[in-house]
């Protein structure tokens, strides 16, 4: 399940751009890949990002993993359902289970669209 509406990077996160605001998540292939979710650490409202560096993490039953900063901005709001309830993010990637909005303020060159993420996929999907 690859939306044709989103942006995708090479560690697996999607983007929703609205305007100058994107939402963020893991896509459906990360989470199917980790299993089941157990702990997210997201930053804050008001913590800065810069593209390439670490946001967070996410802990399954399998494996601790990175989250990385798709774009650079401001975090202007957090799932904060996750925190009790990271299993949103399993059961529904592209919806319930979206991680942050950001305030983009750069970066982004090097994302993907939904045709160009489904070949990244098919070619092993490797960073």
């Known amino acids: 399940m690859v939306p044709e509406d989103?942006?995708?990077?090479?560690?697996?996160?999607?983007?929703?751009?609205?305007?100058?605001?994107?939402?963020?998540?893991?896509?459906d292939h990360a989470q199917e890949e980790m299993g089941d979710l157990v702990f997210v650490e997201l930053p804050a409202e008001g913590d800065s990002l810069a593209t390439g560096k670490v946001l967070g993490t996410v802990e399954s039953v399998k494996a601790v993993s990175e989250l990385f900063a798709p774009v650079d901005g401001e975090v202007v709001a957090v799932n904060a359902?996750?925190?009790d309830r990271p299993e949103l993010v399993n059961q529904d990637p592209y919806g319930e289970g979206w991680m942050l909005r950001v305030r983009m303020a750069g970066g982004g060159e090097d994302l993907m669209n939904a045709a160009e993420y489904q070949s990244y996929l098919q070619d092993g999907g490797d960073a």
Do not use: F
């Not at 942006?7 to 100058?20: A, N």
């Open 6 to 27: 989103l942006k995708y990077t090479r560690e697996h996160e999607w983007l929703r751009m609205e305007g100058d605001t994107a939402t963020i998540g893991i896509t």
């Open 81 to 83: 359902a996750l925190i």
